[in-house]
C-alpha cells in the first residue's frame, strides 16, 4: 500500500465528471426514443448543455491534472498493466474531448445552434450539411459506445484492485477516507 491519495480537487472533479457524464449517457440512449415535442426539444437542448459543461470540466480536470501529479502505481503491479491503466487513462481523456467535439459538430452541421443554458449562444464550428451531420451523429454514438466499454473496463479493473488485489488504488479516490 503506497497510502497516496489523490488530491481533494482531483477526487471532486473526477467524481463530479462520472456523475456528469453517467447522466449524458443515459439521457443520450433514452432522448432519441422520445416522440418529438417540446419536451424532447428541451431534453435535447439539456443534454447540449450539459455536454459543453463535460467539455469544459475535463479541460480543467486536464489542467489541473498536468500541475498535480496522481498518486504512483504501486510497486509491485505488473508492467502490462501498468501500460493498460496509463493507455486506459489516456482514451478516457481523448473521449472525454472528442464525444462533446463531436456533439458540437454534429448539432452545428444539423443546423441547430448550441447554446449553453440558452444563454451563452456558441458559434457554429460547420455549415450546414445533413449528410455530414449523420455521419457525425454515428461517429457521436459509436464513440459514446467506446465510452461505454472503457467505463466499464475502468470500474472494472478498480474493483478486481480492490477486491482481489486488495491495493490502494480504488481508495485513494474515493471522496471518504477508506480502509487503511
Known sequence: MSGQ???RTAIALH????????????VGLTMTALPLSPFKLQVYSWHKWAGVS???????RLAWR?????PALPPGMPGWQR?????????LYLLMFAIPLTGWLMSSAKGFQTVWFGVLP?????????ALGDLLKRVHAGLNYGLIALLAAH??????HHWIDRDDI???????????
Open 122 to 130: 456558441l458559434p457554429d464550428l460547420l455549415p450546414r450539411d445533413e
Open 66 to 70: 498536468l500541475g498535480h501529479r496522481p
Open 5 to 7: 491519495r489523490y488530491t
Open 155 to 160: 470500474v472494472g479493473a478498480a474493483l478486481k
Open 83 to 91: 501500460h493498460a491503466a496509463h493507455g486506459l487513462h489516456h482514451l
Open 54 to 60: 463535460a467539455f469544459l470540466l475535463v479541460c480543467l
Open 170 to 180: 480504488l481508495v485513494r479516490i474515493l471522496p471518504w477516507r477508506g480502509r487503511r
Open 15 to 26: 467524481w463530479l465528471m462520472a456523475l456528469l457524464i453517467l447522466g449524458l449517457l443515459g
